[in-house]
């Protein structure tokens, strides 16, 4: 397993107060807990070093150290945040440094290392159990802000390392237009989104190598310029899948935008965010701040929210374990003490927005304290920098983006764009509106890895015993082991925490194949005479299964075969008569669920 966990500090519960930073701003002061640091040292060290300048073959005991760095700038009021981080190396013993190896874990076999340590094309295909050379018909648009003006020579260089079917402008297989499907591109970069783009231009062809891509390029990171990148995605360039890796703050959502992410028939994806449950990285702070709420567009109930988790591969590229992304939290000393944020997969319970009925009807919906409102996430993948994906990116924009090559990046908006190209090696939506459904009707399925270790919580899933009530230090809702006033343990703790089943870090869980992929519904299964004489009124009954939480067959539609009207019917039991004999009839039911999804079953009859 990667060793990203081996320097944590351990929290000692007591009195006393400590003076904490906000996370990216201000200074605040609240009753805390004094920490003892704990550290284990690893068995060999290589501190400082980057691994990029290491043998791929190096040992499996190296260890190295990094911080995280969002690539793009903070955004300013009204704006999207870019949801990229990258992985910087940094000395041991460094404040925030996290431990780690080089590509997860992985050595040898079928499985190589990136350039920069980080994970190949190769490692997601074998970790989440997909053949990445399929796609054809599909197209996945990717929506970002300002333009990259080397992502078609990056691209190739990226193809061109990794082995992967050539993407260019050139062939077709990538198309960058403007927000409203234009081919004058809005003014270069200077804010480091073009990171962000290549991240997810590289990351959808790493998976889904058969894929066109768009990239639309939207005026600025304004949420209104953003959504009509979206609108122009669904409804003049017809993409059967949409990534969105960026967001902002649920009370800066308009009307526009919450129509701009409604497609029925398209795959729309959004990550999370990469500041934990209700951003507590930035310490809950109070309204009228934008933090202590969850994000738009993924908590869009018309979208699937892809969470984040934290990647470990065997030696042989395949899945070891994968846990939810949480580097801070209380067992992380510096987070505590010098206010540096390490990222965490976004989350929480909106305030706006209704839960569709998939969630609702779940049978522990109530253990996550949201009431009638939506939950992120629907599913999560590889999020963490730490077991990043190895980039190529060239770009330096004029205000300092970080950019130099090979680099290695995570964050939520790597998982957004592994999901879409997911869905589009399975066949996009395939006829369904809002194909979120598609993914609970495969919930507990051996299609789906569970999540079960770890939270997106300030607590990272520790629990009310061990963790205390963050939520009275008065900076709103850090985690959700309790309520936001009261000393009594929330019975909303899978709001936060990773437990069996749904739970609100990582949704229905990870991918294992395409199965959780594949469109699913009502089964039904005929029973009654196979052998009718005519003039004769006989009796069919059906036996139906529904994959969906709470999903009940509510209409069934009886074809007979023999040409007369089919008969319809409310529950499993129809009669029939056949007028003529000497025949082999088929009956043909279909029925509805009251999810809308169909289903049907086949009988033969012979009328003698």
Same mark, same amino acid.
Request: glycine share 14%.
């Given at each position: 397993?990667?060793?990203d966990?081996?320097?944590?500090?351990?929290?000692?519960?007591?009195g006393?107060?400590? *003076?904490?930073?906000?996370?990216?701003?201000? @200074?605040m002061?609240f009753?805390?807990?004094p920490?003892?640091?704990?550290?284990?040292?690893?068995?060999?060290?290589?501190?400082g070093?980057s691994?990029?300048?290491?043998s791929?073959?190096?040992?499996?005991?190296?260890t190295?150290?990094?911080?995280?760095?969002?690539?793009?700038?903070?955004?300013?009021?009204?704006?999207?945040?870019?949801?990229a981080?990258?992985?910087?190396?940094?000395k041991e013993?460094?404040?925030?440094?996290?431990?780690?190896?080089?590509a997860?874990?992985?050595?040898?076999?079928?499985?190589?290392?990136?350039?920069?340590?980080?994970?190949?094309?190769?490692?997601? =295909?074998t970790?989440?159990?997909?053949?990445?050379?399929? =796609?054809?018909?599909?197209?996945?648009?990717?929506? $970002?802000?300002?333009?990259?003006?080397?992502?078609?020579?990056?691209?190739?260089?990226?193809d061109?390392?990794?082995?992967?079917?050539?993407?260019?402008?050139?062939?077709?297989?990538?198309?960058?237009?403007?927000?409203?499907?234009?081919?004058?591109?809005p003014?270069?970069?200077t804010?480091?989104?073009?990171?962000e783009?290549?991240? $997810?231009?590289e990351? *959808?062809?790493?998976v889904?190598?058969?894929?066109n891509?768009?990239?639309?390029?939207a005026?600025s990171?304004?949420?209104?310029?953003?959504?009509?990148?979206?609108?122009?995605?669904?409804?003049?360039?017809?993409?059967?899948?949409?990534?969105?890796?960026?967001?902002?703050?649920?009370?800066?959502?308009?009307?526009?935008d919450?129509?701009?992410y409604?497609?029925?028939?398209?795959?729309?994806?959004?990550?999370?965010?990469?500041?934990g449950?209700? $951003?507590?990285?930035?310490?809950?702070?109070?309204?009228?701040?934008?933090?202590?709420?969850?994000?738009?567009?993924?908590?869009?109930?018309?979208?699937?929210a892809?969470g984040?988790?934290?990647?470990?591969?065997?030696q042989?590229?395949?899945?070891?374990?994968?846990t939810v992304?949480?580097?801070?939290?209380?067992?992380?000393?510096?987070?505590?003490?010098?206010?540096?944020?390490?990222?965490?997969?976004?989350?929480?319970?909106?305030t706006?927005?209704?839960?569709?009925? @998939?969630?609702?009807?779940?049978?522990v919906?109530?253990?996550?304290?949201c009431?009638?409102f939506?939950?992120?996430?629907?599913?999560?993948?590889?999020?963490?920098?730490?077991?990043?994906?190895?980039?190529?990116?060239?770009y330096?924009?004029?205000?300092?983006?970080?950019?130099?090559? @090979?680099?290695?990046?995570?964050?939520?908006?790597?998982?957004?764009?592994?999901?879409?190209?997911?869905?589009?090696?399975?066949?996009?939506?395939?006829?369904?509106?809002? +194909?979120?459904?598609?993914l609970?009707?495969?919930?507990?399925s051996?299609?789906?890895?569970?999540?079960?270790?770890?939270?997106?919580?300030?607590?990272?899933?520790?629990?009310a015993?061990?963790?205390?009530? @963050?939520n009275?230090?008065?900076?709103?809702?850090?985690?959700c082991?309790?309520?936001?006033?009261g000393?009594? +343990?929330?019975?909303g703790?899978?709001?936060?925490?990773?437990?069996?089943?749904? $739970?609100?870090?990582?949704?229905?869980?990870?991918?294992?194949g395409?199965g959780?992929?594949?469109?699913?519904?009502?089964?039904?299964?005929?029973?009654?005479?196979?052998?009718?004489?005519?003039?004769?009124?006989?009796?069919?009954t059906?036996?139906?299964t529904?994959?969906f939480?709470?999903?009940?067959?509510?209409?069934?539609s009886?074809?007979?075969?023999?040409?007369t009207?089919?008969?319809?019917?409310?529950?499993?039991?129809a009669?029939?008569?056949?007028?003529?004999?000497?025949?082999?009839?088929?009956?043909?039911?279909?029925?509805?669920?009251?999810?809308?999804a169909? =289903?049907?079953?086949?009988?033969?009859?012979?009328?003698?």
């Amino acid at each position: 397993m990667a060793l990203d966990h081996i320097a944590q500090a351990e929290e000692a519960r007591g009195g006393g107060r400590r *003076v904490f930073p906000r996370g990216r701003a201000r @200074w605040m002061t609240f009753a805390v807990a004094p920490l003892a640091v704990l550290l284990v040292a690893p068995t060999v060290t290589s501190a400082g070093a980057s691994p990029a300048s290491s043998s791929t073959a190096a040992p499996a005991t190296t260890t190295y150290y990094a911080v995280g760095k969002p690539v793009c700038q903070p955004a300013t009021a009204h704006r999207a945040q870019c949801y990229a981080m990258r992985r910087v190396e940094v000395k041991e013993g460094t404040p925030g440094a996290r431990a780690y190896e080089v590509a997860a874990g992985a050595r040898g076999g079928s499985s190589t290392i990136g350039p920069a340590g980080g994970l190949t094309p190769g490692d997601l =295909g074998t970790a989440y159990g997909v053949t990445t050379t399929g =796609g054809t018909g599909q197209t996945v648009a990717v929506v $970002d802000a300002y333009n990259d003006p080397d992502i078609n020579t990056d691209l190739q260089t990226f193809d061109s390392q990794y082995g992967l079917a050539t993407c260019s402008t050139s062939n077709g297989c990538l198309t960058v237009l403007n927000e409203t499907g234009g081919t004058t591109l809005p003014a270069n970069d200077t804010t480091g989104w073009s990171v962000e783009e290549t991240l $997810d231009v590289e990351a *959808v062809h790493s998976v889904c190598q058969g894929c066109n891509i768009i990239l639309l390029e939207a005026n600025s990171q304004s949420p209104a310029d953003l959504a009509t990148a979206v609108n122009t995605a669904a409804t003049t360039l017809d993409a059967t899948e949409i990534s969105n890796s960026y967001g902002f703050p649920e009370s800066t959502a308009t009307t526009s935008d919450v129509a701009a992410y409604n497609h029925p028939g398209v795959v729309i994806t959004a990550s999370t965010g990469d500041d934990g449950y209700y $951003d507590f990285d930035y310490l809950g702070e109070a309204s009228p701040s934008p933090y202590n709420q969850d994000n738009f567009p993924a908590a869009f109930n018309t979208v699937i929210a892809v969470g984040g988790t934290s990647l470990y591969l065997s030696q042989t590229g395949t899945r070891q374990s994968e846990t939810v992304w949480n580097d801070d939290g209380p067992k992380d000393y510096w987070e505590q003490n010098f206010g540096e944020p390490l990222g965490a997969g976004g989350g929480g319970c909106s305030t706006t927005i209704s839960a569709q009925k @998939w969630q609702t009807k779940l049978s522990v919906w109530s253990s996550t304290g949201c009431g009638t409102f939506r939950s992120e996430a629907d599913i999560a993948a590889d999020a963490d920098y730490l077991t990043g994906l190895d980039i190529y990116d060239t770009y330096s924009c004029a205000s300092g983006c970080i950019s130099s090559g @090979w680099i290695t990046v995570g964050g939520t908006s790597l998982s957004s764009p592994i999901i879409s190209s997911l869905f589009a090696l399975a066949g996009g939506a395939q006829g369904v509106n809002y +194909p979120a459904l598609t993914l609970y009707g495969h919930l507990g399925s051996t299609s789906l890895y569970d999540v079960t270790t770890g939270g997106n919580g300030y607590c990272d899933g520790e629990g009310a015993a061990q963790c205390g009530d @963050w939520n009275l230090a008065g900076d709103g809702i850090l985690d959700c082991d309790y309520p936001k006033t009261g000393s009594t +343990p929330s019975v909303g703790d899978r709001a936060c925490d990773a437990l069996k089943g749904y $739970d609100g870090p990582t949704g229905v869980g990870t991918p294992q194949g395409l199965g959780a992929f594949a469109k699913t519904g009502p089964t039904a299964k005929i029973a009654g005479p196979k052998s009718v004489t005519p003039g004769t009124t006989e009796t069919w009954t059906a036996t139906t299964t529904d994959p969906f939480p709470a999903g009940t067959v509510t209409s069934y539609s009886w074809n007979w075969g023999d040409g007369t009207a089919a008969t319809v019917t409310t529950t499993g039991k129809a009669t029939h008569d056949y007028a003529t004999g000497g025949v082999s009839e088929t009956i043909t039911l279909t029925v509805t669920d009251n999810y809308g999804a169909k =289903g049907s079953g086949t009988y033969g009859v012979t009328v003698t």
